[in-house]
Each structure stands twice: as structure tokens, then as C-alpha cells.
């Protein structure tokens, strides 16, 4: 029983555990200022000088591609707070993933057709101005250019790498005659917390919690000492914050360590690596399978750990959110998933509660550093004894992401750390809000945004 205790212990954070994080996020916040280090990927400039006032009209096209898929919408902005969005989805295929760069190209340039028809806009002569979110690593050169750096996620394009985005895009809209204007290339935070602003004016920062996480700011261009455009007073910064977190204050576990240890890049991505989707189920496999092999939980395994448990990834954090959100005071979600997924029966009483237990304590876990991650985030833009600039102002700050909106009481939880760390009475003017569709209605409105002037 101790083992398994002392294993839950190393998730629970302490008050001066959680204060170190925040301390030590606060500092790569200010060093990620100044840094001319090119590894230091973290503060980057959007080249957005300003968040919409909800007031603005107009359409425009909007690209938002991912991974997985291509999504294309056309926007309009209705003013309210209003949009009226047509959109569609395509699976960006193997094929094109592995082809050249020109045949993907002249395929986004198809989908973009298809949508134009299906919303009978006629373009005329007159150029369309299209925003554009892309979760791939780029060097932003200017509002709406960026080189192409890596894409990863199963793309292996010829002729690409090392390209500006926004000639790649637009030369293959003329090959396919459409008169699109790529007015702003973004980060997805960058989208989330513009698209939020438009809703709910008063958010000041965008957060995406989901496979990854990362946050977008509004920062006084005064203190971006690295940035060398255009004069401006504020700027949108995306803060990478994924890739924030030195070892030495991050109360990794030996499974945090694992996990980056095997993973593509050692090293890179600490802080994600310990709060997102993508890793706490992985995390609870591998306290899991030392708990079996210590015999200190599920003693009818006898040690043995089952070879469905043994895959990397093979607990998944959707197997978290269902046991999560199981209100049975015997954890019966917990039979019910080692038996579908593992093919483990016989657990006992305890073994359910302890499993329980570790699954909350992974998941608290992450809520709890998300909410530090915000409050050094509102200590930076805000100062360090928090001055909203006035009492009874509201802060909001739109979340995007499925852990943030699926993940069993998860906002609840982050509302409640970040009460613990701020204290009552400056987290009742804290909002965290659900901020949905932040690609192509950022992507968008940040077009509108460029093309009228709020960008350098
Ligand atoms: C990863 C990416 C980052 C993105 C985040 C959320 O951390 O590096 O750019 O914003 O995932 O999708």
C-alpha cells in the first residue's frame, strides 16, 4: 500500500511546488522577450496589433489546416459578435501528404473553388482576402508570411521546406484563377483569442488545451525587445508555452521522464509533455504498468503486466475522462475498462479505488499546472500583485481545446487552483471561458483585422 501511495503523492503538487512553476513560467515569459537564442521558440510575434471590437462586417475565406484535415470557410462577419460560417472539411490523404508540394497546393486550391460555388460568391475581378491557421512550425517574417520550417505529422512534401506559406498558397490559387489574398497566416492561439475577443470582448488571453497546449497574449510592444518590425504599442504574442518549463522547477516523476525520454524530441515540449491530451493516459499506462510489476495494485495479474497494457499510448485519455466521469461509488467504469480494453478481470474493491485515485490525481494535475500557466500568464500582461487596470473589470480567457471542454470536470478544477493561487477576490474577475472555432474564425478575423490596418 505504501508504493502505491507514495506514487500518488508524486502527482498531488504542493502549494510551493505550484508556486515555483508559476515563478519559473514567469521568468521564460520575460526571457522569451529578449532572446535572440534561435532554439528559444517561445514569445513569438504575430505581427496582430489589435483584437476585434466585435463591431466589424465583411467576408472573408479563411483556411485552417491541420494534421488530419483541411478545413475552408467562408466568414461573414455580421458585426454583434454575430458570424454566419460555411464550412467544409476535407482529409488532407496520404498521397497528398507525400506528394509535391505543387499538387497540394493546386488541392487547396480546388477546395477553396468548391467552397466559393457553394456560397455563390462571385468574385468578380476583386480579390478575396483569406486568413490562414497552420499548426506547423514557421518562421514568421510578417503578418501574413512565414517560411515553412518542418511539418512532421506524417508530411514529407517536396518543395516546400524553407518556402514562404504565402506564395506557395496564392501562386496556386492563380494557376487555379481565383483571386485570393492570403491576408494573415496564425497560430491557433493566435485564433482562439481573437476569435473569443469578438464574442466576449473582454478576453485578453487565447489558451488551447487539447493534443498540445499554448497561449497567445496581448504584450506592450515596449517589452518584445527582440522584435524589429514596424513601430506598434501592443502586439498579440504567441507564447509557446508548451515548450516552457526547465526541468529544474517542473515536479516531473520518473513517468514525466520516461515520457520524454522516448519521445521524438528529448527535451522539447517539457511543460506539454506534462499537461496535454496527448500524454495523461500515457502517463497513467506507465504508472500503471510499475504498480503491476511492484505487485502493488491489481495483485491478480500477479506481476505479470497484460501485453494489451504494454503498447505505448495504450491507456488512452479518453479511458481517463470515462472513469472520470463515472459517479458509481465502486468505480464500476474501472472493471468495465480493463475488462474491454485489457482484458483484465477480477479487480478488487481497492485496486478500483487506487486506479481511480491515480487517474484523478494525473488529471488534477494537469488543471492545476494549466492554471498556474494562466496566472503566470495574467502576472506577466497584468504585473506581479495584479493590477487589472480596474476593480471591477473582467478578464476573460477563452479556452479551446477537447481536454479543456470534454475532460470531466476539468474548467472546474482549473477554476478552483487558480482561486488557490490568485485568491477569491481577483479570480471572481477571472473568466474562463469554452472558445470554439478559432481556426477559421480567428484565421478570418484576423484577416479583417490585417486588411484594415491592425496589423504591422
Ligand atoms: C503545440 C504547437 C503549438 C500549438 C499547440 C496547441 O504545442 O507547438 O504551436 O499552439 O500545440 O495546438
Redesign the pocket.
Known amino acids: 500500500m505504501a508504493t502505491f501511495r507514495d506514487t500518488l503523492a508524486q502527482f498531488v503538487l504542493s502549494k510551493d511546488q505550484v508556486k515555483a512553476i508559476i515563478d519559473g513560467l514567469t521568468d521564460e515569459l520575460v526571457e522569451g522577450l529578449s532572446t535572440n537564442d534561435p532554439k528559444n521558440i517561445t514569445q513569438q510575434p504575430s505581427f496582430i496589433t489589435r483584437l476585434p471590437t466585435g463591431k466589424e462586417t465583411g467576408l472573408y475565406l479563411a483556411i485552417d489546416m491541420g494534421g488530419t484535415n483541411l478545413r475552408t470557410a467562408a466568414i461573414h462577419l455580421l458585426g454583434d459578435g454575430q458570424v454566419g460560417v460555411t464550412m467544409e472539411k476535407h482529409e488532407i490523404t496520404h498521397a497528398l501528404k507525400t506528394g509535391t508540394g505543387e499538387a497540394m497546393f493546386d488541392w487547396i486550391a480546388d477546395c477553396t473553388a468548391s467552397l466559393l460555388k457553394n456560397v455563390s460568391v462571385d468574385m468578380g475581378n476583386s480579390d478575396l482576402h483569406m486568413g490562414v491557421t497552420f ?1 506547423f512550425a514557421l518562421h514568421q517574417t510578417a503578418v501574413n508570411r512565414g517560411i515553412v520550417l518542418a511539418m512532421g505529422k506524417g508530411f514529407d512534401l517536396s518543395d516546400v521546406m524553407g518556402r514562404d506559406l504565402k506564395d506557395l498558397l496564392e501562386t496556386g490559387f492563380a494557376r487555379k484563377n481565383l483571386h485570393v489574398v492570403v491576408s494573415a497566416i496564425i ?3 493566435v485564433g482562439t483569442l481573437v476569435s473569443h475577443a469578438y464574442v466576449s470582448p473582454s478576453t485578453k488571453i487565447g489558451v ?1 488545451l ?5 497561449a497567445a497574449y496581448i504584450e506592450k510592444a515596449a517589452q518584445v525587445s527582440k522584435y524589429k518590425g514596424p513601430v506598434c504599442d501592443q502586439m498579440i504574442l ?1 507564447t ?1 508555452w ?2 516552457m518549463g526547465k526541468a529544474s522547477y517542473l515536479p516531473q516523476t520518473k513517468y514525466d521522464k520516461e515520457i520524454d525520454a522516448v519521445s521524438l524530441v528529448p527535451g522539447f ?1 517539457e511543460f ?1 509533455k506534462m499537461v ?1 491530451g496527448l500524454y495523461m493516459g500515457e502517463l497513467v499506462r506507465l504508472a500503471l504498468v510499475d504498480l503491476i510489476q511492484q505487485r502493488a495494485i491489481l495483485g491478480v495479474l500477479q506481476g505479470q503486466v497484460p501485453e494489451s497494457l504494454q503498447p505505448r499510448l495504450a491507456f488512452k485519455t479518453l479511458f481517463m475522462s470515462t472513469i472520470e466521469s463515472d459517479s458509481s461509488t465502486d468505480h464500476a467504469a474501472v472493471a468495465k475498462v480493463f475488462k474491454t480494453s485489457f482484458g483484465v478481470e477480477g479487480l478488487s474493491d481497492q485496486d478500483r479505488s487506487n486506479i481511480f485515485d491515480l487517474i484523478h490525481a494525473v488529471g488534477q494535475r494537469s488543471a492545476v499546472m494549466a492554471a498556474a500557466a494562466c496566472a503566470a500568464l495574467l502576472y506577466k500582461a497584468h504585473g506581479s500583485s495584479l493590477d487589472l487596470d480596474d476593480a471591477s473589470e473582467i478578464t476573460t480567457i477563452g479556452i479551446d ?1 477537447s481536454v479543456f471542454e470534454k475532460y470531466p470536470h476539468f474548467s472546474h478544477s482549473m477554476l478552483k487552483a487558480l482561486t488557490d493561487i490568485l485568491g477569491e477576490d481577483r479570480t471572481s474577475r477571472i473568466r474562463l471561458e469554452l472558445a470554439r472555432d478559432g481556426g477559421c474564425i480567428g484565421a478570418a478575423l484576423v484577416a479583417m483585422i490585417s486588411h484594415s490596418g491592425g496589423a504591422v
Open positions: 499548426s497560430n491557433d492561439t488551447i487539447a493534443t498540445g497546449t499554448n504567441n509557446e508548451d515548450a515540449q506539454e496535454s481545446g
